[in-house]
Nanobody, 115 residues
Framework: QVQLVESGGGLAQAGGSLRLSCAAS????????MGWYRQAPGKQRELVAS???????NYADSVKGRFTISRDNAKNTVWLQMNSLKPEDTAVYYC?????????WGQGTQVTVSS
């Protein structure tokens, strides 16, 4: 099993910044993709950004140019730097990691952006 622990959520004003962190622990052999998803009330969970072990990144169109994903493979940690936050970024953000065909999820961290 792989455990993911997120931190860094909270309240920000529109135009502000937050930085999310996610650390993986447990039976780690080779984590391929790590990423962040979010789910707003009444909406489906959606991909925000992902990054492979080789550093290739993918972003949702809604966050391109504002959010940056990065990771440290040695520390099994992924970060999401969120700048120019908008009220529509308000959601629970979940960390995700893929290993050996299995996907793992963190418990989620709330991000609230006030206008």
């Amino acid at each position: 099993q792989v455990q993911l622990v997120e931190s860094g959520g909270g309240l920000a004003q529109a135009g502000g910044s937050l930085r999310l962190s996610c650390a993986a622990s447990g039976r780690i052999f080779s984590i391929n993709s790590m990423g962040w998803y979010r789910q707003a009330p009444g909406k489906q969970r959606e991909l925000v950004a992902s990054i492979t072990s080789g550093g290739s990144t993918n972003y949702a169109d809604s966050v391109k140019g504002r959010f940056t994903i990065s990771r440290d493979n040695a520390k099994n940690t992924v970060w999401l730097q969120m700048n120019s936050l908008k009220p529509e970024d308000t959601a629970v953000y979940y960390c995700n990691a893929g290993q050996l065909g299995f996907g793992y999820w963190g418990q989620g961290t709330q991000v609230t952006v006030s206008s």
